[in-house]
DNA sequence: CCTCCTTTGAAGTCG
DNA sequence: CGACTTCAAAGGAGG
C-alpha cells in the first residue's frame, strides 16, 4: 500500500505499476495493442447497440453475450416506460442515442492493460476485447464525438458547450506524453504558473515518464491560469462528459471548463490527470496551494460546503492547537481524495444514464451505473481501474502528505446503517429494471449492499467477494424479504462464482486493490473484477428471476 | 441550507 | 488481521 505514498515521486515517474505494462506490453502487441482502443470502442459501441436491440428481445442475447458482457442487453424497460419511451424516441430520433460507454477511454490507451489482464483474467470470461464487433455501428469517431450531445448535454447543466467542442474530432496529439505527464502539468497549471514547488512537483520525465514540471506553455491550453477565469480542466472523463463537466474535483461554481483541454494533452493524459485535479478548484491560487505547493483539482477551499474542514489535510503539523488548527484549516483548501475507479465510471456515464434514463436523480443513477459497472467487462472495468490507478499516484505525488485520513470524519455525515432511513423512504431508485438499467441487474441479485452484514453471511466462502460481488444492487429494496430472497440468489451466485474466478484469483480481496502492482494486481484479482462478468448461469438465474424484488417505490 | 439517498472502491479506524 | 466507516460524485428530495 504504502507504494504510493512511499514510493513518492519514484512512483509516477517510475510506477512500478505502469511499468509492468510497458514491459508487458508485448504481449499486449500481439493482442490488441493500441488499436485496441479503438476496438473497445467499437467493441462498446456495438454492446450498445446490442443493448438497444437486445432490450426488445432481451432473452436471447447468448450469442453475443458469450463475447460481451451481458451487459446492456438485458435492460428492461419495463419500469417507467416513460423512460423507455423516451429512449426509443431518441433513438429512433437521433440516431445517436447512446454513446459508447466509454467514450473517453480510447484515450487512455491502456491496451496493455486490456491485453494483460485479459490473458490472465479473462480466461473465465471470452471476451474479446481487441476485436469488436463487425457491427460498424460506429465509424471511428473519436469517443468522445459519439457522446450524443443531446444526450449527454441535455441537460442543462452543461454549462459549457466544452463538450460539444470536443465532439471535434479530436486526435490525439503526436506528442505522446507519458500518461502521468499530462498530469503533473496540470498542477502546474493552475497553479502556479511559475513556481511550482520545487519539492512537490513531480516532474515527469517524458521520456520515461517521470515527472516533471510542465511548461506553461503546456500547461495553459488545460488550465487557463487566472483563478477567475479558470479554465477548469474538466475530468479526464468529464470532458467527455458533458454534462458535469466538471472538474473531478470539485469545481467552483464559476468554473468554467477550457472547451478542449484534452486537445492540449494527449489524451490519454488528460484524462488522467486533468480530471480531478483541475486546477479551477484551486482557489485562491496563491494561498490556496496545498501545502505541498500545488494545486490540484482536489483541492477545494475551505469553505466549501462539505466539509467543515479540519485540520488534517494538511501534511504537516498536526501539533498545533486546536484553533490553530482551525485557523489552518481555513487556509488550506480541502483536498479530496482521488476518485476510484467506479468514480470515474459515474462521472463519465452519468449523464448517459441521465439522457437515457431522464432521470435526474443521482440515487437512481448511481443504482443504475452500478449495474452496469458489474456488467462491463474486464477489460473495460480495467481501464477505469487504471485510470483510477493513475489518478492515485497523481495525488499522491501532488499531495504527497495527504492522507485519506485527512478527510476522514469531516462530512458529518454518519452513514447509518441502511436501515433506518427515516427521512426519505428508501425508494428503490429502480424499480426492478429501468429502461436504463442494464443488464448487470441481472446477476445484480447478487448481495445487498456491501456493508450489510447479510452480505458477510452470504459470502462466507469470499471474504474476497468484495463489493463487486455483492454488488448487484438491487437489493435496494429495503425490504427484508426481498433481502433475503436476494441473498439466497446471491449466495448462490458468489458460490458460482468463487468457484469459477477462484481459483487463481480468489484473492480478490480489498487488498489488491491496494498497491499492489497493478500487473500483479491484475492477475491476482484486481480489485475490481471480482465479478465483474457475471456466469452464463448466473445470468440466467437473473434473468428467470424477477428482478423486481423490489417493490415499487412509493412514489 | 443541510443531509440523505445510492453506487463502488480506497483507505481509514477500531477491536 | 478482519470488520466496519468514511469519503469520493451527483443532484433531487426531505427536513
Redesign the pocket.
Known sequence: ?PQ?QSGGGDDLGAPDELIPFQDEGDEQDKGAGRGSAHGDLDELKSSLVNESENRSGSASGSDSEAERPPQQPRESFQKPRDYLAEVVRRQQDGGFFKGPPYPSYPFLMIPELGTEYHQHIGDTAPRTPSRPPPRAYLQMKWPLLDVPAGATLKDT?SPSPAHLSNKVPVVQHPHHMHPLTPLITYSNDHFSPGSPPSHLSPEIDPKTGIPRPPHPSELSPYYPLSPGAIGQIPHPLGWLVP??G?P???IPPGGFRHPYPALAMNASMSSLMSSRFSPHMVPPSAHGLHPSGIPHPTIVSPIV???PTQPSMSPGGNSKSPITVKKEEEKKP?I??P?????LY??EM?AKVVAECTL????AI??I??RR??SLSREEQAKY?EL?RKE?QLHSQLYPTW???D????????????QP?H??L????LPTEKPCDSPASSHGSMLD???T?ST?LASPAA?AA???E????L??T?KPEARAQLSLHSAAFLSSKAASSSSSLTSQS?LL???IPFTTALLTSP??F?TAIPSQAALAVLQAQPLSLVTKPAE
Do not use: D, I
Request: a positive charge; one cysteine or more; hydrophobic letters at 20%.
Open positions: 500500500m504510493l447543466r454534462q458535469q466538471q473531478v474535483y470539485s460546503k462539505q466539509e480541502h479530496k481524495k476518485l476510484n475507479a467506479f468514480m459515474m462521472k452519468r435526474k436523480e443521482s440515487a448511481n443504482q451505473l452500478g459497472w458489474h481501474y483510477a492515485r492522507s485519506a485520513r478527510n476522514y470524519g469531516k462530512k458529518k455525515k454518519r452513514k447509518r446503517e441502511k432511513q427521512k426519505k428508501c425508494v428503490q431508485y449492499s456491501p456493508a452484514p458477510a471474504p468484495t463489493h463487486s455483492q454488488a448487484q444492487p437489493s435496494l429495503t480489498p486493490s491496494r498497491p480489485p475490481s471480482p
